[in-house]
């Protein structure tokens, strides 16, 4: 959970240096949190940072764009990004620095996408390329994906949880079918949103699929059953517990959105 003593920095973030430029992948939960990852890139390269991609609206992944604002610097991000921050951006940065303190938040601000991905979309860094991919509904509703095609390294920003139970804020529906969708995709490994740097890849998939899938029973048959939302959201899922962190934290809410969803199947 984002506090005071991690400053929001919680998720998995990164960058790829091309022979021309450096593409950051999300920034960090706050303007210090990015700072930290420009000072990471600089000690590897004094190319310029072209493009900075944010894989979604959540705080711990957007909000240390403004380390990186400043001419030449392209944000990119899922057609659906700006009504989202637009929905709850600002709202984000309240309850996020009721989280972390506000001395962590210093400096943070809601810097929007300069370029939409619709589909699908290549940017070149100089003789590397990544291929971002806009898709459906699944963690949220403004998920992209990123290969980095030099090392066969797939970015799935939060599509992919490990150790940190997923968090649902999207369709359960649409992040199922996505998790086995992206486990077909061939990757040597793949950079999750929470957990290890990276993980080989589709067996990083396995858990939460497996989770997912076994939320999606429960919470089919409670609805059969005939029983109520919160007491779905007390037993759905809780099968799965074992191996997963914050499951406490996260679990009942992921019932809760997921049985919203199939209660109109
Ligand atoms: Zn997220």
Known sequence: MPDGDNRGAIANIGFVIGAEGV??????????DGMGLKAAIRARTALPVTYVINTHVHPDHIFGNAA????????????NLPRALGE?????LQSYAEQVGPEAMQGTKIIPPTELVT???RLDLGGRALVLIARPAAHTDADLTVFDEATATLWTGDLIFLDHIPV?????????ALTAALMQQPAARIVPGHGPPSAPWPEAGEKQLRYLQRLAEDLRGAIRAGKSISEAAAVCGTGEKDGWQLFGAYNSRNALTGFAELEWD
């Open 119 to 121: 589909d699908t979309l």
């Open 88 to 92: 709850r951006g600002e709202h984000g």
């Open 23 to 32: 593409a950051v992948i999300d920034t960090g939960g706050s303007y210090c």
């Open 168 to 176: 649902l804020d999207g369709s359960l529906k649409g992040w199922l």
């Open 68 to 79: 990186f604002a400043g001419e030449g610097v392209s944000f990119v991000a899922h057609r």
